[in-house]
């Protein structure tokens, strides 16, 4: 029994740990101790540990636990959302490249290396700057910049199978081209992009917190940590302490999710979906 669950180990961890920061974002009302809008001047900036605020206060004497964990609403929506859209939209992209023909190969291919081509950061702010800042705006941004990178992976994963005898099988049969993609094509793909995408909501989270901090996403009051960070940036020097912690957020999150990304994917085993250039 013991050795059945010990190389389980390392993709239980990650996995428990994504969990729990979801439930703590889903349950913000009942964990936070406060209001995170509720502040007090005479209470502005107080160091962790202080009397009633565990880890202090900001410049507006909010208390800065509440706000964090009310933040993990936003910050997880940015991150999750977006690689939902991008897994959705790529599968479907790389699957209608991988099996309709040269011609929409091809045009397919060409159009989304157009999106590639620029470094995804540069792109997601293109994007946003484009739209009224918000949520909305850090969503869609980052849905056109994760898209093409999962199509590759799964474009990668079709060519890989696209001759295999069980698909000639399937089609000499009489299967016809939804019932070949649904049946034969999704199951094998479906994996690949789970694992790659599983990586990519620590990315997508650092980079929603990075649009809120230059005023391209989620802005004040809303708690979020990339404005958290924005905020609290002229507290840097005299509370160190109080101005980082909005930045280890984004870190504990992004570790947790890398961390299951890798488990996950030497747990299926090494599929080659490696993290591509333009979203690094």
């Known amino acids: 029994m013991r050795r059945r669950l010990l190389?389980?180990?390392?993709?239980?961890?990650?996995?428990?740990?994504?969990?729990?920061?979801?439930?703590?974002?889903?349950?913000?009302?009942?964990?936070?101790p406060d209001d995170p809008a509720a502040g007090h001047l005479q209470d502005r900036l107080l160091d962790p540990g202080s009397p009633g605020h565990l880890l202090g206060t900001d410049g507006q004497g909010r208390d800065m636990l509440s706000r964090l964990i009310w933040a993990a609403r936003a910050s997880l929506t940015g991150g999750i959302v977006p690689v939902a859209v991008a897994a959705a939209a790529g599968t479907l992209l790389g699957v209608a490249a991988g099996l309709g023909g040269r011609v929409l190969e091809q045009a397919l291919l060409r159009s989304l290396d157009v999106l590639y081509a620029f470094p995804g950061v540069l792109l997601a702010i293109a994007v946003a700057t484009l739209l009224r800042p918000g949520l909305g705006a850090t969503l869609l941004a980052l849905s056109v910049v994760l898209t093409p990178a999962v199509a590759r992976v799964a474009f990668t994963e079709v060519q890989r199978i696209r001759t295999a005898e069980y698909l000639e099988a399937a089609r000499v049969s009489g299967a016809g081209p939804v019932s070949l993609v649904l049946r034969q094509v999704v199951p094998v793909v479906a994996p690949v992009v789970l694992v790659y995408c599983s990586s990519l909501v620590g990315l997508a989270v650092v980079y929603a917190a990075g649009l809120s901090f230059l005023g391209l996403g989620v802005g004040p009051p809303t708690a979020e940590w990339g404005a958290m960070l924005d905020e609290l940036r002229p507290s840097l020097f005299t509370h160190p302490w109080?101005?980082?912690?909005?930045?280890?957020a984004v870190l504990l999150v992004s570790v947790v999710f890398n961390t299951l990304g890798?488990?996950?994917?030497?747990?299926i085993g090494d599929t080659g979906a490696r993290l591509p250039e333009a979203v690094r």
């Open 7 to 32: 190389p389980r180990l390392p993709v239980v961890l990650p996995a428990v740990l994504a969990v729990l920061l979801l439930l703590l974002a889903v349950a913000a009302p009942l964990a936070a």
């Open 242 to 248: 109080v101005a980082v912690l909005p930045a280890l």
């Open 262 to 267: 890798e488990a996950l994917r030497h747990r």
